[in-house]
């Protein structure tokens, strides 16, 4: 049995054998090769998913405007492995961004590892962006603190509740750590005897907004009441 986390960390169990059992979270589990289908993985690699409605990135387009009203300029980061789920990701915010009306812009930035990223935020911020959505990649999880210590100021929202206490203003999504609790049950189902390929590919069904009150002090933004009702959870300290 092989678990891995993120497509990156799967592709090479997975070139390596097709026999062995892997159970994997990562964004993109079909678009990346590793099952037929989510229904119907087909192969030895099963597991979760954290790819989800595309719609869910234009939801973070709406609450960086409902937090930020003036937000005109909004800067995309994304960090690891190219994926075809980020570009739809993309699609999504631009759409958003669009439906807002004129002026309103996205704009993606992407680097390979983690000795780009300051180079990739002193690119950014030449641009003066508005706000920032920062991607939920497992690199930019590893790195998250150094992440918004470099965000110099800007608000920003991300995928997951962890982003949030490492200090984003906002998160909205599913909480990875749930997810990966839920890949247990797989481990446990296959040595048992059930065969990955049988096994349908899970995606989330629960999505939370986490509002992180002392970097919205430190921002000097006052959080609308209407944000903080639909909150699942407020960080104050």
């Not at 990346?32 to 979760?48: K, Q, R, V, Y």
């Not at 990955?196 to 002090?217: C, R, W």
Request: aromatic residues 6%.
């Amino acid at each position: 049995m092989i678990v891995t986390a993120g497509g990156l960390a799967t592709t090479a169990p997975a070139k390596a054998t097709s026999t062995i059992p892997i159970v994997t979270v990562n964004g993109d589990p079909v678009g990346l090769g590793f099952a037929a289908s989510l229904a119907h993985p087909g192969g030895n690699i099963t597991g979760l998913s954290v790819q989800v409605s595309y719609e869910l990135a234009g939801k973070w387009i709406q609450l960086l405007r409902e937090m930020t009203p003036n937000t005109r300029r909004i800067a995309v980061l994304s960090g690891g492995a190219p994926s075809t789920y980020f570009l739809s990701e993309m699609t999504q915010m631009r759409a958003a961004a669009q439906s807002l009306g004129a002026g309103v812009a996205v704009e993606q930035y992407l680097f390979g590892d983690a000795s780009e990223l300051s180079s990739t935020f002193a690119a950014m911020l030449r641009t003066k962006p508005d706000a920032l959505v920062v991607d939920n990649t497992p690199l930019l999880a590893s790195i998250a603190a150094r992440v918004f210590a470099l965000a110099d100021g800007l608000p920003t929202i991300c995928g997951g509740p962890e982003f949030a206490e490492a200090g984003c203003l906002m998160s909205y999504g599913a909480n990875i750590f749930d997810i990966y609790v839920r890949a247990a049950s797989y481990v446990d189902r296959i040595l048992k005897g059930a065969k990955p390929g049988d096994l349908p590919i899970e995606q989330p069904t629960k999505f939370e907004l986490v509002i992180n009150m002392k970097t919205a002090k430190a921002l000097g933004l006052t959080v609308p009441q209407v944000l903080l009702a639909q909150a699942d959870k407020v960080i104050e300290e």
